[in-house]
């Protein structure tokens, strides 16, 4: 998952937040207006939020020497909250910070930091992408260097079971011009517009018709003039050119949007969409952005993740995961989205919601209850470029 998801964005222009609902959402405590540092919240037991500490944050605290205005691009990754991690690429350079048991944090060593630190041997950097217990980045020449841990093959070095302290060079591709990391296992978008996939293939995430573990990189089967990908923690997305959305791997809540919960070990149609302009893959949930800026989304929904209108907003409602796309009209009008493991974040122009489940304080807000309706973490006067997520765990970022 490079969201990152956990991601940069990808368009300059600000658009106003135009749902009402949304708009009226209750306002939490707020960073200090004027604050030009990077913010996270949520779980901190790995030191993934970067502020020093290793207790949780019910509300946006500053990483550590991480001025705002010099990020890039954030990608947060982790199987869970004991195993999260970030990455932040300013510049041409990356930093990194959190758990870092199979050497994801990329600095030679296998000790957890709290606060950021420069990851060696990489330059001219221009995307990022944080896994499972992994990390890719893409430098401008469209080579793919990987980290972490191997157990799958997700590094594409033709080794398994073992890890990786710092970068290396992925073999084996032509030029890349997008990378994204799930939970197990790797993607490259190529510049000639194919896909190729590495690491863990049991749910069909490698997208090749199997359900083998690949050591080196192979192409997802089918996909022609694809222009954006994004890897969930075992499926993935791909945005074509004529604006619809494929879509493979693991299916168990409908994260695959095809009406079923058949996992596909090749890609297939996400119903009912035309017209996308942006894809966020979640851990188990995904949402999409139309050309006219109306938002859907599919996939897991215990949490009130798809923030669905029809229902009472009461923790004690069963809520029905969604295998296929439903409009989301309190997102209309976003700039942003990201999706975590059981929580969502939008960005307007300087404001970030949150929604979903709160169990570490990943919604930002004070709490640890969960919010089935928006909640605005209000930024005064403070410009947010991006949000970013940790893939399976709840610690959330602005940047």
């Known amino acids: 998952m490079p969201r990152s998801s956990w991601r940069s964005l990808r368009r ?8 009402a609902v949304l708009a009226a959402a209750p306002v939490a405590a707020s960073a200090h207006a004027g604050d030009p540092a990077v913010l996270s919240w949520g779980a901190g037991r790995t030191g993934q939020l970067g502020n020093g500490t290793l207790a949780d944050s019910l509300s946006p605290s500053s990483v550590t020497d991480l001025v705002r205005s010099d990020v890039d691009q954030m990608s947060a990754g982790g199987t869970s909250s004991a195993d999260s991690f970030a990455l932040a690429r300013t510049g041409t350079t990356v930093k990194s910070w959190g758990h870092n048991s199979s050497g994801q944090l990329g600095n ?33 020449s469209g080579q793919v260097y990987s980290w972490g841990d191997n157990a799958y093959g ?22 890349v011009k997008q990378i994204s990391a799930g939970c197990d296992f790797s993607l490259a978008l190529l510049e000639n517009g194919k896909v190729y996939a590495w690491g863990r293939g049991i749910h069909g995430q490698l997208g090749n018709g199997s359900r083998a573990t690949s050591s080196v990189p192979r192409q997802v089967h089918g996909l022609e003039n694809i222009t954006e990908i994004d890897a969930g923690c075992h499926h993935a997305l791909a945005l074509t050119a004529d604006e619809t959305v494929k879509s493979w791997g693991y299916n168990l809540y409908g994260q695959l949007g095809n009406s079923t919960t058949k ?20 851990a188990f949930h995904n949402y999409v952005t139309t050309s006219d800026r109306h938002v ?13 209108a029809d229902e009472a907003f009461d923790s004690n409602v069963s809520r029905t995961n969604r295998t296929a796309p439903v409009e989301i009209p309190r997102l209309q009008g976003v700039q942003h989205l990201a999706a975590g493991a059981r929580h969502g974040v939008a960005l307007t122009a300087d ?4 929604w979903g489940h709160n169990g570490e304080g990943q919604l930002g807000n004070g709490t640890t209850v969960p919010r089935y309706d928006a909640v605005k973490i209000l930024k005064e006067g403070v410009a947010i470029k991006g949000v970013a997520v940790s893939l399976g765990g709840n610690t959330t970022y602005t940047y």
């Open 108 to 140: 030679g060593g296998n000790t957890n930091q709290n606060v950021p630190t420069t990851v060696p041997r990489l330059a001219n950097i221009k995307d990022i992408a944080a896994g499972g217990m992994h990390a890719l980045a893409l430098d401008t």
């Open 351 to 354: 404001d970030v919601f949150t």
């Open 263 to 282: 996992s596909a070990t090749e890609p297939v149609d996400v119903d009912w969409l035309d017209g996308v302009s942006d894809i966020e893959a979640g």
């Open 12 to 19: 300059s222009s600000v658009l106003v937040l135009a749902a």
């Open 296 to 308: 859907w989304g599919w996939g897991n929904n215990q949490y009130g993740q798809l923030l669905e």
């Open 154 to 175: 997700q590094l594409g070095n033709n080794r398994t079971g073992d890890t990786r302290t710092v970068p290396d060079r992925v073999q084996g591709m032509p030029k």
